[in-house]
């Protein structure tokens, strides 16, 4: 009895304790995401302008135009009214601005919407041609052309000028993996491209306006950009010197750096767009001294308007501004000069100037008025005097353009985008020439920014609404390339950014970073930023709370935006919709091969399963006649560990699957021939004993001292390789092959993508996300391919001006860099890691050993991976 | 409360804490989280005998339970005569017998990591020292770690390596203590030397012998550190054991509460295993 007395109380001891246990080892709730003090970004509606837009035909073309005008309060397109001599319905003027709207849209969307209706209007824009690269304007709505008005006789003025920014962009934008959109339209440009040069050689501005050949100039960077060449870059460059000469006056003198149509004339604000054009060609053209010439203007007019808090809508020579009307085609050539000022200089300054300049489309303007409306994607046309009353809200499609042009640039750009809903404070100056000595602007959050004219230049101070400094924590991968380079990152920011100090502190050892901070997470004791998340842990991080949404914070959503395509996201949203993470880096997964080894055999890079194994048998050597095989084509990995298969078999199944991955929705997917005929290919190199069955010692490898000849491997390998090779290996890759019978267009290459994550402990989540806008910013990009040798995730890289420096600076990195794009990644799928480990067995069981067949080793796995998802 | 029970509740205290903090609470705990689903990130939710069920038929899990029994029928043996060979050998008179001695100890204290890293090395199919010197030989490479039957012996005789100066210790401290009377009577009585081992060493050492097998099975099942490193618990699964199952399934897959149930199974397991091994080596011992 005693006994059973004391195992009862025991037993209830034991329980009780246990249940007390759990309280303080894992009662705990998941984490809430701190809140933001800053408004959500900003977000850009095309409504409006797709309202506006009408079908016509022109010589018998189908075509797209765009309505010039929309009155209120009703808003319906209409052409010319009788005040303008019924120019007609609708303008290459407006047409080709719309175009490059909708061709910057498709370039980040990929909505075929908007491909189509750029398409469209490039259709319009060539018709307009007239067969000697000269242009007419208007066209009425049964589509006939106005050869009579001033404003739209054929010539080679504005409208063809605009015409070349749009044809210019289409090529940019369609030129790579949608030529065929470019039919019909290459003959016009052509001609137009061969017109301006003669005007350019005779010393001529188009349509004698610094306008016009700028925006003409903006076309040919745009076609420099997608297909240089020399001559093409040499007609740039003498088109710039044009403009150079064309700003009067000093920082001192009136009309203080304007540039002018001609000596004595007036400056206008609208279509102000030389100071964007020369600092664009300042990058493509690589000449700095057209940056400085950009300047010039900015740094001395634009300065002054800033600082009297609002823009002249015309200067005279001697200083004297006139105010109104101020229109947002007044406002937007100065927002993206700004902003193109600030891509050449690297200079924070010029960004936030932008976004200062386009919160005047958010009211920062003398009437108050939100000009342009977040709703409905319409932008009034103007503002005619300094209250409310004064707004013109009709809606035409130039403000609605120019509008969308400007918001387009800054709500990409994550240092500009914090601006957008700024207010200028004070009475707004009425006189360039005599300035306040400082203007102050304030944002929605309580943050400050002071404009001060110190000696002939603008300064930017900021100050936010609490003054404490902030202090942000930031772990880097430990591994010592990616330390480096987060400490010289951090350093350059601390050194800009006194009042927000980062402190780096690499990951703490673990086996993986995932484990790491998994750790942090159950101990509450993660960073405020970490740069090493990888998808793996991503789905979990954001079921826990562990993680900020990123897409809502300005500065990540504008470095998104400016970095990636929506397609390119696709796969990294998480049911939600939301991005937790921002696509940092990638290293896709290439065939990289031994030239020579190659070359000996007699074979090229293998491109589909048949090749591959033909090169498995050619290249398969005995070099010590000892009957055995000591030399082989590829080594693929003998260990089962799950992410040992990013080497052999998801490369392998992404080339093949048309872009499928594993699981997506709680579907599993891999039940299926690419994963089989991925196994496959290896079981016969491993069954005919063609590829090594062992593992090699620690601290080598294999493909650096030519043992093997071809090796799956991302480019995080090249600064390795290059320590190790043999002296005289020659190397190249190629992409992944493909099973026999897999579309060569549906192949993609495992991304291996390493993201930047803000963590729900942090206090300050507007100040990480501008420390993580930063640490993706173009200037960081290039130093991480520098540094590291790893590849930014970022649209369109291999053919980005800005990385081809950076990019020749490790062998065959370009090449990877063709791959970003077409990349896949693991799924964000909490149980991904189970999967993999999953398909390691079977591909072990089914290919390294043969002990079960393929078919049914994968159909094993895809039943397991089933009952996972099912079960939970 | 008498000042004796006071003193006595005082000078147990700090010892009792420890024992509560480290020893019984992470039991309570995971005695608990057998009947919880926990993935470290959210709150756990009460799973029943969810896990329990699973348990009873993964087979997983029984082929870790297999492969942790080779490991144990290959280790067991070999430690035991390695390190009793070891022992006799360096009880005897010989050169620098303190150099040895420490040199077989010195791998107990080596990082378990490390050791497997070395090892690692040393069995590598193309250029392995092990391979090398077979092919001087004319033996053809031994794929050590990649052939299913051959990793699992290749693990237990890296893991007696390691172990065997800690035992050899053990060993040398038990024959310290067989009376030099003894061993000249029988020496006397004309007994040869492996008569000698047989009828007295050996069941002089028994006590010794039951020390080795139990600490050496209780190590054995938690077997861990060396596939974990070297294997991967591949090929075929054949080094996965108990312990880097579990593992797996707390920090890889985040099932607290599965991998709770399977070290409260292994626990169990360990306790029937040295129960059974001290009634069966007991019974020798009286006899």
């Known amino acids: 009895m005693i006994a059973h007395a004391l195992r009862s109380r025991a037993l209830r001891a034991l329980a009780t304790l246990a249940l007390a246990c759990l309280a303080p080892g894992c009662g705990r709730r998941s984490l809430s995401p701190p809140r933001s003090s800053q408004p959500p970004p900003l977000e850009l509606r095309f409504d409006h302008l797709r309202q506006l837009g009408l079908d016509a035909s022109v010589s018998g073309k189908p075509v797209r135009v765009v309505a010039l005008y929309a009155a209120a309060p009703d808003y319906r397109p209409s052409g010319s009214p009788a005040r303008d001599g019924y120019e007609g319905l609708a303008s290459v003027d407006d047409a080709a601005r719309a175009a490059v709207v909708y061709l910057r849209a498709y370039e980040q969307t990929g909505d075929a919407r908007d491909g189509d209706e750029a398409q469209a209007l490039l259709r319009f824009v060539a018709a307009m041609e007239q067969g000697d690269g000269e242009f007419v304007n208007f066209i009425d709505a049964r589509g006939r052309l106005n050869r009579e008005a001033p404003s739209s006789r054929k010539s080679l003025s504005y409208w063809a000028a605009r015409g070349l920014w749009a044809l210019g962009e289409g090529v940019r934008v369609f030129g790579r993996h949608e030529s065929d959109r470019l039919t019909g339209l290459r003959g016009a440009l052509g001609r137009l491209e061969e017109r301006m040069a003669r005007e350019v050689d005779a010393g001529r501005l188009l349509g004698g306006s610094a306008t016009a050949t700028s925006e003409a100039l903006l076309g040919l960077l745009a076609l420099q950009r997608a297909e240089p060449k020399a001559t093409r870059a040499a007609l740039a460059a003498r088109t710039a010197e044009l403009l150079v000469p064309l700003s009067a006056g000093s920082a001192s003198q009136p009309p203080w750096g304007a540039r002018l149509d001609a000596p004595g004339a007036a400056w206008h604000a609208w279509g102000a767009r030389s100071s964007a054009a020369l600092a664009n060609a300042a990058v493509v053209l690589e000449r700095p001294d057209f940056l400085l010439a950009a300047r010039q203007e900015a740094d001395a007019l634009w300065a002054r308007s800033m600082l009297a808090g609002q823009f002249a809508s015309e200067v005279a020579p001697d200083g004297t501004a006139r105010w109104f009307p101020q229109i947002a085609y007044g406002v937007s050539p100065i927002v993206e000069g700004y902003l193109a000022i600030a891509e050449g200089t690297g200079d924070p300054k010029y960004a936030v100037l932008a976004g200062l300049a386009g919160a005047w489309l958010q009211g920062a303007n003398p009437a108050g008025a939100v000009m342009y409306d977040e709703g409905t994607g319409r932008s009034f046309d103007g503002i005619d005097g300094p209250s409310a009353?004064?707004?013109?809200?009709?809606?035409?499609?130039?403000?609605?353009?120019?509008?969308?042009?400007?918001?387009q640039s800054v709500t990409r750009n994550p240092e500009a985008a914090r601006y957008l809903r700024y207010r200028q404070l004070g009475t707004p100056g009425d006189s360039l020439a005599k300035l306040p000595e400082r203007r102050q602007f304030t944002g929605p959050d309580g943050g400050r920014v002071e404009l001060r004219w110190r000696e002939q230049a603008l300064e930017v101070i900021e100050t936010r609404a609490d003054s404490l400094p902030i202090t942000l924590t930031y772990w880097p991968a430990a591994n010592p390339t990616e330390t480096r380079?987060?400490?010289?990152?951090?350093?350059?920011?601390?050194?800009?950014?006194?009042?927000?100090?980062?402190?780096?502190?690499?990951?703490?050892?673990?086996?993986?970073?995932?484990?790491?901070?998994?750790?942090?997470?159950?101990?509450?004791?993660?960073?405020?930023?970490?740069?090493?998340?990888?998808?793996?842990?991503?789905?979990?991080?954001?079921?826990?709370?562990?993680?900020?949404?990123?897409?809502?914070?300005?500065?990540?959503?504008?470095?998104?935006?400016?970095?990636?395509?929506?397609?390119?996201?696709a796969s990294l949203r998480l049911p939600d919709g939301g991005i937790y993470a921002m696509p940092w880096k990638t290293n896709p997964e290439m065939l990289m091969y031994n030239v020579d080894l190659l070359a000996a055999a007699g074979i090229a890079p293998p491109r589909n399963h048949s090749q591959l194994l033909e090169a498995f048998r050619r290249l398969g050597r005995d070099t010590d006649g000892d009957g055995r095989l000591d030399r082989w084509a590829l080594w693929a990995p003998l260990k089962t560990t799950w992410h040992e298969r990013f080497h052999d078999f998801y490369p392998l199944y992404l080339a093949s699957s048309g872009g499928r991955t594993l699981i997506s929705d709680g579907q599993v997917l891999f039940d299926n021939e690419a994963a089989v005929s991925a196994i496959e290919v290896l079981r016969r190199g491993f069954a005919d004993g063609l590829l090594p069955r062992a593992n090699f010692a620690l601290g080598s490898d294999p493909f650096a001292d030519g043992t093997v000849a071809m090796k799956i491997i991302g480019c995080w390998f090249l600064p390795e390789l290059e320590q190790l090779k043999t002296p005289g290996l020659h190397y190249d890759v190629a992409p992944i092959p493909r099973s026999d019978t897999a579309n060569p267009g549906d192949s993609y290459a495992f991304a291996d993508l390493r993201s930047i994550a803000i963590f729900s402990t942090t206090q300050h989540p507007d100040a990480a996300a501008r420390f993580v806008a930063y640490l993706t910013s173009p200037a960081a990009d290039r130093l991480l391919i520098e540094e590291a040798s790893q590849l930014p995730y970022r649209r369109a890289l291999a053919f980005d001006p800005r990385y081809t420096?950076?990019?020749?600076?490790?062998?065959?990195?370009?090449?990877?860099?063709?791959?970003?794009?077409?990349?896949?990644?693991?799924?964000?799928d909490p149980d991904v890691v189970e999967i993999f480990d999953l398909i390691s067995e079977a591909y072990e069981a089914g290919g390294i050993y043969g002990v079960v067949p393929v078919r049914q080793a994968v159909a094993q796995a895809a039943a397991e991976a089933r009952k996972i998802v099912d079960a939970r | 409360m008498r000042a004796e029970d006071r003193s006595g509740w005082l000078l147990s205290a700090p010892y009792a804490a420890f024992l509560l903090v480290f020893a019984a609470y992470p039991v309570c705990f995971a005695l608990a989280l057998v009947f919880m689903h926990w993935d470290l990130v959210r709150a756990p939710s009460f799973a029943g005998f969810d896990n329990v069920r699973l348990l009873a038929t993964d087979t997983r899990f029984w082929r870790a339970v297999l492969n942790t029994f080779v490991f144990l029928g290959i280790h067991l043996p070999l430690q035991i005569a390695t390190a009793l060979t070891l022992a006799l050998a360096l009880n005897r008179p010989l050169v620098f017998r303190a150099f040895w001695r420490a040199a077989f100890f010195l791998p107990v204290v080596i990082s378990g990591a490390v050791v497997a890293i070395l090892w690692n090395a040393l069995y590598a199919t193309d250029v392995g020292l092990i391979n090398g010197l077979l092919a001087r030989a004319g033996v053809a490479p031994v794929p050590w770690l990649t052939d299913p039957s051959l990793a699992m012996p290749a693990i237990a005789v890296m893991v007696t390596w390691k172990n065997v100066g800690f035992y050899v210790v053990i060993y040398l401290a038990g024959l310290q203590y067989i009376p030099r009377s003894c061993q000249e009577a029988i020496a006397v009585e004309g007994a040869s030397a492996w008569q000698r081992l047989r009828h007295l060493t050996l069941p002089l050492l028994l006590p010794q012998t039951i020390l080795v097998v139990t600490l050496s099975t209780i190590n054995g099942f938690q077997?861990?550190?060396?596939?974990?490193?070297?294997?991967?618990?591949?090929?075929?699964?054949?080094?996965?054991?108990?312990?880097?199952?579990?593992?797996?399934?707390?920090?890889?897959?985040?099932?607290?509460?599965?991998?709770?149930?399977?070290?409260?199974?292994?626990?169990?397991?360990?306790?029937?295993?040295?129960?059974?091994?001290?009634?069966?080596?007991?019974?020798?011992?009286?006899?």
């Open chain 1, 389 to 407: 009353a004064q707004v013109n809200r009709n809606s035409g499609a130039e403000s609605t353009i120019e509008a969308l042009l400007a918001l």
């Open chain 1, 805 to 828: 420096a950076s990019l020749a600076r490790w062998p065959t990195l370009a090449s990877y860099a063709a791959h970003v794009e077409r990349t896949r990644d693991l799924d964000l």
């Open chain 2, 223 to 287: 077997l861990f550190i060396e596939p974990y490193v070297m294997t991967g618990g591949g090929p075929l699964r054949r080094t996965f054991s108990i312990v880097l199952y579990m593992y797996t399934n707390a920090f890889s897959y985040q099932k607290m509460g599965y991998a709770a149930t399977i070290g409260v199974a292994l626990a169990l397991i360990i306790g029937l295993v040295v129960a059974i091994q001290r009634r069966v080596i007991g019974k020798a011992e009286v006899q």
């Open chain 1, 485 to 569: 380079l987060a400490m010289r990152l951090a350093a350059h920011w601390n050194l800009e950014h006194p009042e927000l100090q980062v402190r780096v502190q690499p990951l703490p050892a673990g086996r993986s970073s995932e484990e790491v901070l998994l750790a942090a997470i159950v101990a509450r004791a993660t960073p405020d930023v970490s740069s090493n998340v990888s998808s793996a842990l991503l789905a979990r991080l954001v079921r826990a709370g562990g993680v900020v949404r990123l897409d809502d914070l300005a500065p990540t959503a504008a470095r998104l935006a400016e970095r990636t395509s929506s397609a390119m996201l």
